[in-house]
């Protein structure tokens, strides 16, 4: 056994290679024991579960800042809906898809945009920030 600690005898921890995801690659004349990247970890219901009530707990709060007048926080609440639904891979529903720019990831309100409805009943949002359009059919119930 030399005095590197990553290369070891192969005889000697065969066993213990698989215990800990290690792998050997033979380099020239001698074995070298490498540690291997881990899968990540699935996400767990319960963390889920956690990450929609976030959600909905600050698209409430970009709601209510922007009612306040505070554009500031209702889009870095905004930017904070995105960030969660992609880490923990959680759909937003329709209406907080509708409310916010996927450009810019503003907050749609009726001062930031400008809302019309065409005469093929299709509603056009239009964000002033970025002057983006987006589509929605518009289905009356």
């Known amino acids: 056994m030399s005095s590197n600690k990553s290369i070891m005898s192969v005889d000697l921890f065969s066993h213990w290679i698989w215990d800990y995801n290690l792998y050997v690659v033979k380099k020239r004349t001698r074995y070298c024991l490498y540690v291997s ?3 990540p970890a ?21 709601d209510q800042s922007c009612v306040d007048g505070n554009l500031e926080l209702s889009n870095s609440c905004t930017k904070l809906v995105r ?8 759909r ?12 810019c990831n503003s907050y749609l309100n009726p001062s930031t945009s400008r809302r019309r409805l065409a005469t093929n009943k299709i509603i056009s949002i239009t964000c002033d920030s970025c002057d983006r359009t987006y589509r929605f059919p518009y289905n009356q119930k």
């Open 37 to 39: 990247k881990r899968r």
């Open 83 to 90: 960030n969660i639904g992609m880490k923990y891979n959680v």
């Open 42 to 62: 699935r996400k767990k219901k319960q963390q889920l579960e956690i990450a929609t009530q976030r959600i909905n707990y600050l698209m409430k709060l970009a």
């Open 92 to 103: 937003l529903s329709s209406d907080a898809r509708m409310k916010i720019c996927r450009s």
